[in-house]
């Protein structure tokens, strides 16, 4: 049946849908069956419950008819009066073929000088891309906190293994928890396929879709259809008609006694109607030529300012979906990172394998990376080294800590891996150690433990002295 959602949450999945009979339904995300939209409040639907419990729903999805404006030909009445798109597009398709024979009866093309257009260029762009512009602004509208976008063409195949380790390590967390982002995600990589791209071919949506949406443009068709069929008839006649004069001459070139004057009478009468029909072939000709004419001219005047219009919205939107594609995966990195790091079993298990990085993609394509040989690399693995290189040398913040309480070091890596997803923590424990490293690294901070046996002044002079890291922020910690 049709109806309204009118509650829905993105944090719990769970939402209401409102019928024409103000009944109220309840839904969960995982009965949502729709890769072309996501839900939302006010977004119409079609649903289906379950026959033992009329409150169940079993199936839901957005309804292809979201907006009755003055320029639909079905009102949103006729969207409640009916239970499934499958009718309403029935309905929409009996209404637009009453107006085509309305327009083709009403109209007389021998006087119109040309077919004007039942809904704009730019009206009609709008409609087609009315799915595709929503979504976007959805997707762009999810919070990145600041962050740079991540690139979705390179770091989307590190995605479903980041996913996979949060909701196997930490049972909690499911899947479930990050739908609202995975649909929108599934939805705009769809927008980007071979075959999406294809449906939007300009030339292809020009024949296929903007005309057969032009009222007036179809009518002179169906008209010129009908003309075209009324010719063959005549045509058929006008052949019949000058069989029988012929044969009536020919009778008549003998005598024929006292019926002849009734023969000559019947053939005055074939001839009057082989002139009407001789006329209306030339009426319906013209007809035909004029049609044709008005239809080509339609296709001239507005064929080349669509396909520049349609063009240039198409371009738009591509490039808006990889921005939205960009937008959903730092979102949603993000949105694991803060659960990772929150999480006590990802604490344990996780910085057992690696020391320096969140949890977050940027950890799983490094620890992908440490696995290459750097001399053999694929073309997609080293344009993945040179994506992360540079992104890391944009965003990342390196903090060095000098502790000899592995404790500590574990605390406070932990600490400042939650507070920034573009940190990466190194710790060591000796002096030499801290020497060498502050000699050949840069560091954003250096965190230095009070409690070292070595002098902690001292190591700061020492860094501070060096090159690398006289820029460097010191800070002196000291165990409470």
Aim: hydrophobic share 35%; glycine share 2%.
């Amino acid at each position: 049946m049709h109806g309204r959602i009118v509650q829905y949450s993105h944090a719990t999945g769970i939402g209401i849908i409102i019928n024409a009979h103000k009944k109220l339904f309840d839904f969960k995300v995982f009965n949502w069956h729709d890769k072309t939209r996501i839900p939302e409040i006010n977004l119409l639907v079609e649903f289906r419950v379950d026959d033992e419990n009329n409150n169940n729903v079993i199936y839901v999805r957005s309804s292809k008819y979201q907006e009755f404006d003055k320029d639909s030909i079905i009102r949103e009445r006729d969207f409640w009066k009916t239970v499934t798109d499958e009718e309403l597009e029935k309905l929409e398709q009996n209404v637009f073929e009453d107006l085509i024979a309305k327009t083709c009866k009403e109209t007389d093309y021998l006087i119109v000088n040309n077919i004007k257009t039942s809904i704009s260029i730019d009206k009609f762009i709008q409609y087609h891309f009315e799915s595709e512009t929503k979504i976007i602004k959805h997707s762009l509208k999810l919070p990145v906190d600041g962050y740079e976008l991540l690139d979705y063409r390179i770091v989307t195949r590190f995605l479903t293994r980041t996913l996979d380790s949060l909701v196997y390590t930490e049972k909690r967390i499911t899947k479930d928890t990050f739908s609202s982002y995975l649909q929108i995600y599934s939805k705009l990589q769809y927008l980007i396929t071979p075959f999406y791209k294809s449906q939007q071919e300009t030339k292809k949506v020009f024949n296929e879709v903007f005309l057969s949406q032009q009222l007036y443009f179809v009518s002179a068709k169906r008209k010129l259809v009908n003309v075209k069929d009324d010719l063959l008839k005549v045509d058929n006649k006008i052949r019949t008609l000058k069989s029988q004069i012929y044969h009536i001459n020919i009778k008549l070139s003998a005598p024929q006694g006292k019926n002849e004057q009734e023969i000559r009478d019947k053939l005055d009468k074939i001839n009057n109607q082989y002139k009407e029909m001789c006329e209306t072939q030339i009426h319906l000709n013209k007809l035909k030529e004029r049609i044709e004419k008005m239809l080509a001219l339609f296709i001239q005047t507005y064929e080349k300012d669509f396909f520049i219009k349609f063009d240039k919205a198409r371009e738009q939107i591509f490039e808006h979906i990889k921005n939205a594609l960009n937008t959903v995966i730092t979102s949603l990195d993000n949105k694991m990172w803060q659960l990772g790091m929150a999480s006590e079993p990802i604490k344990n298990h996780f910085f057992k394998l690696q020391s320096s990085y969140p949890f977050c993609i940027l950890a799983f394509i490094q620890q992908y990376i440490k696995t290459l040989d750097v001399n053999k690399l694929s073309d997609n693995d080293r344009l993945l080294n040179i994506y992360i290189t540079r992104y890391k040398e944009r965003n990342t913040k390196k903090v060095l800590i000098v502790s000899s309480k592995d404790r500590l070091k574990s605390h406070l890596k932990i600490q400042l891996l939650s507070m920034y997803k573009d940190f990466i923590v190194t710790s060591i424990d000796k002096k030499m150690e801290y020497e060498i490293v502050v000699t050949n690294q840069k560091f954003d901070y250096i965190i230095i433990d009070m409690e070292l046996n070595n002098d902690p002044i001292e190591m700061v002079s020492f860094g501070k002295n060096n090159k690398y890291n006289k820029f460097s922020k010191f800070i002196l910690y000291q165990t409470m």
